[in-house]
């Protein structure tokens, strides 16, 4: 078994409810199964012993016959429990052995007001309320219903009151938009409509455009406390003054109904057409999320659990389902405003477990905040993170900046309503990857002939029958698409769409989607929404939204939108604004793209359709496996190209005043090429932790510091400038990134790499020293290179050298050029300099016999092309040398210090030097022409980028030991 670099696995305090459970099965089979691996091998060989000893063990409330457990053997067909009857919001509300009725059960957490907070008696009562008043508004047993609101304890009453009735619930948040609510909704054709308008702009015209598009809808109930509507024909009610109604009479009867009585209506994210409308049963659901709960999760009677979803996310329903374990659920309705805000929510309500995305840690991990450090997590226990791949560094950061909670790594999907891969309570957290497989789920890798693979990615697919399998989808009577979504390519085996390594003793990672779903930090977006989103601009004749690897954020993506125009149009500053405006306005933020790019033709089929993965292919310059199948080939370079030349940053404006820096930034956050001050930042495609970034440039840039809560209810371009205007800046030169006693340390960032960008590096080293950056421009007034002289000159007269200590210079990249030349001239001048360290510096080509510069320029050609961004570095350099003018202001900068850099034959430094660099690098033999102390110090992963998040804490114990080497580490005098 692989163990982790930190053993986040602890000792539970008690043993694991899965020891329990198993304890039970090794009764009542005399097997052995402690074993993990052979646990889950039995769960999914024999289910009809698993399933019923697992319905019986979890105590949840239900009548009838466990038996059949299971019809068959396909998981297209099979049902299970056909003879039982359950009713979900009982199971979820009744008075539990050893749990308080009058402990929480439910707090509804708000950004701009005291939390709502339920007991479990109260929960229960209210719910008992709701059922009623909705009963009286004629739901019944089978009717639908769609609530339209942000997560608050309100709409977890009302959803359970319509689960109380056997009422089908389907949910979605309001920003979403009418057009894509509709495309949702509309097949639901529900009886009932909730809706909550405090985050809607226009509430009346959304009332209005929403019960237009759902005629089958007999009465509207408002979950806000804003004027009632008038819309016609059609009742209007508040939910408030219908619960307190119908305290006053008899309560409705919560009926209990067969295993797969529709429960939940989910959306698919609408690859190819509509969003596909999922049913999900009450019993599939219920006995999934309990296993997920209490299994995996270890989630306890008494624990408290808050998990940041919204109600358009299935994660929002699997939250529900921990009123069944007696757990405490806390919901949150606001914005995440930055890195600390989900903390804050799990320290003021002493979350036991809190469930949280990729995307949000890294965040945390950019803004360098340090969540154990600011608030009290004393009460929390596990960390579960989904909706996008974990990477092995944010296991690093959560165990050094949170503590040593489990990272639970979880994955599965709406069209299962749970989990494939998930946590495990007695095994140990594999950096990077989900401990176990679902129990009871046949999950495996297959390759394209479906024969499994063990340690290979292949397809994930699930190959035995599982009871939160989709009842059924909507509006397919005859089960086609059904059909056609899961099991075309392999019949009667379940195949999900994602892409999956499963290791031996269990462990999984997921690789993201195979099919055309796109995943943008974690949000799965179907491209048809946006398709039909843009036929509201007529100068889009026809678009292609595909994934592309972020190419400044390793590890993420983003979305680039490929547009034709129609005859005449062409793709300025408004055209772009528009299209991001009606996809914010028609569809959602998420559905905005990052980068949006006019091409002559799409890459298309013999027989005519768009060929989404020959475009992603394109856009990210990976080999195209199916050029033969294009009518059209030559189109994937001139996409290639095209994204290539409008990925380049926006130029700058020859000016560096405060305006003109805070319309860069602006521009370049939300990559654009020009600006408007009425441009509304989250309208634009904005997302919370793009403002956060942009906030923290203006910041870093201007010394303005604006805070987002401030800022964010007004996103404009021209709040912003006004508000930078107020601000009072602060003090430019040389930043401090670690405070400490003694002898300094003064890091020289590499040309184009801001003081900020060294934060997390500075925070990572073992030294009790200070740590400071300085500020690096080798640009003339004129816009030229300075020479190395001149540009060290700079170095030197903002470096504020220590009158009785000595010090360290750090320099990287090219800063590391200036950093040796700055330790020579010191130490002719008599100042004392112990040592410089390098990090992956270049030498200056002048200073080189010629066999040692042209080992260097073919190593690092050889670099390039081992790099897993090979294609996008070959470009790059291909349009340093040839296409200087397509580059952006700041490579641009870099290309030609570099040229002036390599002219110049820098000064010798006689004392203590130390290279960091990539394995069998000549660069360090370079070196010692003019550090003859230089000691090469190998950095695994160093290469196109060694300041990547994933390398950080490796960089940063290398360079911790080169300077307690020097003699100006931890505890040196």
Same mark, same amino acid.
């Not at 790019?597 to 993965?613: I, M, Y």
């Given at each position: ?12 305090p008690?043993?694991?409810?899965l ?11 005399g ?14 060989? =024999? ?7 697992l ?19 396909? +998981? ?19 008075p ?12 509804g ?12 008696a ?25 609530a ?5 304890a ?10 109380a ?13 009418t ?20 985050t ?5 015209g959304?009332v209005?455009?929403l019960l237009?598009?759902l005629?089958?809808?007999?009465s ?7 004027? #009632? ?24 009867g ?13 959306? $698919? ?15 599939g ?17 008494g ?5 940041h ?9 699997w939250?529900l ?12 309705? !606001? ?5 600390a805000?989900l ?8 979350? =036991? ?8 840690? =890294? ?14 997590? $004393? ?7 989904t909706?996008a ?23 599965g999907?709406?069209?299962i ?9 007695e095994?140990?957290? &594999? ?16 390759? !394209?002939?479906?024969?499994?693979v ?9 190959r035995?029958?599982f009871?939160?399998r989709p ?32 290791d ?29 989103? /843009? ?6 004749v ?12 390793p ?6 939108l ?14 772009d &604004? ?10 959602s ?18 027989n !005519?359709?768009?060929?989404?993965r020959?475009?992603?292919?394109a856009?990210n310059g990976?080999p195209?496996g199916n ?11 001139? +996409? ?11 130029a ?14 602006w521009? =370049?956050a939300?990559?654009?090429a ?26 870093e840039? /201007?010394g ?15 709040? #912003? ?16 990134l ?25 925070? #990572?080293l ?11 421009d ?8 300075l020479?190395?002289?001149?540009a ?39 100042a004392d ?10 030498p200056?080509?002048?200073?080189l ?13 050889l ?9 996008? #570095? ?7 040398r ?27 430094f ?6 960091l660099g990539?394995?069998r ?12 102390g230089?000691?090469?110090v ?11 998040p ?8 290398r360079?911790?030991?080169a ?11």
């Amino acid at each position: 078994m692989a163990v982790p670099t930190v053993d986040t696995a602890g000792t539970p305090p008690q043993p694991a409810q899965l020891a329990g459970f198993r304890r039970q099965l090794e009764e009542r089979t005399g097997l052995d199964l402690r074993d993990p691996v052979v646990l889950h091998r039995f769960s999914v060989e =024999q289910p009809a012993v698993f399933w019923h000893a697992l319905l019986e063990w979890t105590g949840l409330p239900w009548s009838g016959s466990a038996d059949p457990v299971v019809t068959g053997t396909d +998981v297209e067909t099979a049902r299970f429990f056909p003879g039982v009857r359950l009713n979900y919001a009982e199971a979820l509300l009744r008075p539990l052995d050893g749990v308080d009725d009058d402990a929480p059960a439910l707090t509804g957490v708000h950004a701009d007001g005291p939390a709502d907070c339920y007991t479990r008696a109260e929960l229960r009562a209210a719910v008992q309320r709701g059922a009623t008043a909705l009963a009286r508004l004629g739901l019944a047993a089978g009717d639908r219903v769609v609530a339209v609101a942000p997560s608050t304890a309100d709409v977890v009453v009302a959803a359970l009151s319509v689960a109380a009735l056997g009422g089908t619930l389907s949910t979605a948040t309001p920003d979403m938009g009418t057009t894509a609510l509709l495309g949702r909704f509309e097949q639901v054709e529900p009886v009932l409509v909730l809706l909550d308008r405090r985050t809607v702009d226009d509430p009346d015209g959304t009332v209005a455009a929403l019960l237009a598009g759902l005629p089958t809808a007999r009465s509207v109930v408002l979950v806000d406390d804003l004027p #009632l509507p008038e819309p016609a024909g059609i009742p209007a009610h508040r939910w408030a003054d219908l619960s307190s109604e119908a305290g006053d009479g008899p309560p409705a009867g919560w009926p209990r109904l067969p295993f797969d009585h529709p429960l939940f209506v989910m959306f $698919s994210s609408g690859t190819t057409g509509p969003p596909k409308a999922m049913v999900h049963g009450a019993g599939g659901t219920l006995l999934e999320h309990v296993k997920e709960h209490r299994l995996h999760g270890d989630l306890r009677a008494g624990e408290t659990l808050y998990f940041h979803t919204t109600t358009a996310w299935m994660m929002w329903n699997w939250q529900l389902s921990a009123l069944a374990v007696g757990a405490h659920v806390v919901v949150y309705d !606001g914005p995440v405003t930055g890195p600390a805000t989900l903390w804050e929510i799990a320290a003021d309500h002493r979350v =036991q477990v809190l469930g949280t995305s990729p995307p949000y840690l =890294q965040l945390c991990q950019d803004e360098g905040y340090r969540p154990a450090e600011a608030v009290d997590l $004393s009460a929390l226990r596990a960390v579960l993170s989904t909706g996008a791949v974990l990477h092995e560094w944010q296991f690093d950061w959560v165990a050094e900046a949170v503590g040593p909670q489990p990272l639970q790594s979880i994955s599965g999907g709406t069209d299962i309503i749970g989990c494939f891969v998930l946590g495990h309570p007695e095994l140990p957290v &594999r950096r990077g990857r989900s401990q176990a497989r679902s129990l009871g789920l046949d999950v495996v890798a297959v390759d !394209g002939s479906g024969v499994e693979v063990v340690g290979r990615i292949g397809e994930l697919v699930c190959r035995r029958p599982f009871p939160s399998r989709p009842v059924a989808f909507l509006r397919d009577s005859d089960g086609a698409r059904f059909h056609d979504a899961y099991f075309a390519e392999h019949p009667g085996v379940w195949t999900h769409g994602d892409l999956v390594d499963v290791d031996a003793d269990g462990s999984a990672r997921v690789h993201g989607r195979s099919d055309g779903v796109l995943n943008i930090d974690g949000i799965r977006i179907g491209p048809s929404e946006i398709y039909a989103a /843009l036929h509201a601009v007529p100068e889009v004749v026809e678009a292609l939204a595909v994934e592309q690897r972020h190419p400044h954020r390793p590890g993420a993506t983003r979305m680039v939108l490929l547009v034709l125009l129609a005859a005449g149009a062409v793709l300025d500053g408004r055209l772009d &604004r528009e299209i991001r405006a009606t996809l914010r306005r028609r569809a959602s933020a998420a559905h905005v793209p990052s980068l949006v790019v006019a091409v002559p033709e799409l890459p298309l089929t013999h027989n !005519g359709k768009r060929s989404e993965r020959a475009a992603r292919d394109a856009v990210n310059g990976d080999p195209v496996g199916n050029r033969s199948a294009l009518r059209n080939p030559g189109s994937l370079e001139t +996409v290639r190209a095209a994204v290539l030349a409008a990925v380049v940053a926006p130029a700058a404006d020859g000016d560096d005043d405060a305006p003109t820096v805070v319309r860069r930034l602006w521009r =370049q956050a939300l990559g654009l090429a020009d600006s408007h001050p009425d441009d509304d930042f989250f309208d634009l495609g904005g997302t919370s932790r793009q403002l956060v970034s942009l906030l923290h440039r203006v910041r870093e840039d /201007l010394g303005a510091d604006v805070p987002v809560s401030e800022f964010a209810p007004r996103p404009t371009l021209a709040e #912003l400038l006004r508000r930078v205007a107020a601000a009072a800046p602060t003090p430019a030169g040389v930043r401090l990134l670690r405070e400490g006693d003694g002898a300094p340390v003064f890091l020289v960032p590499d040309v184009g790499r801001a003081p900020a960008d060294y934060a997390d590096l500075a925070r #990572l080293l073992d030294t009790d020293r200070p740590v400071h950056a300085l500020p690096v421009d080798a640009t003339a007034a004129d816009g030229s290179a300075l020479s190395l002289a001149d540009a060290g000159a700079r170095v030197l007269a903002a470096l504020p050298l220590p009158a009785d200590a000595p010090c360290v210079l750090v320099g990287h990249g090219l800063g590391g050029v200036l950093a040796a030349e700055v330790a020579a001239r010191l130490e002719a001048e008599g100042a004392d300099v112990s040592a410089v360290v390098l990090i992956d510096a270049p030498p200056p080509a002048a200073a080189l016999p010629r066999h040692l510069a042209a080992r260097i320029r073919w190593s690092g050609r050889l670099t390039a092309l081992r790099a897993p961004d090979r294609a996008d #570095l070959l470009l790059q350099r291909f349009a340093e040398r040839f296409a200087p003018a397509t580059l952006s202001p700041e490579r641009l900068a870099h290309v030609r210090a570099h040229a002036a850099f390599d002219a110049h034959r820098p000064g010798r430094f006689g004392g203590a030097a130390v290279h960091l660099g990539p394995p069998r690098s000549p660069v360090p033999a370079a070196w010692r022409r003019v550090l003859p102390g230089l000691v090469a110090v190998e950095v695994p992963g160093a290469g196109s980028d060694v300041l990547a998040p994933g390398g950080l804490p490796e960089l940063a114990g290398r360079l911790s030991a080169a300077l307690a080497g020097a003699g100006v580490g931890a505890g040196k005098p």
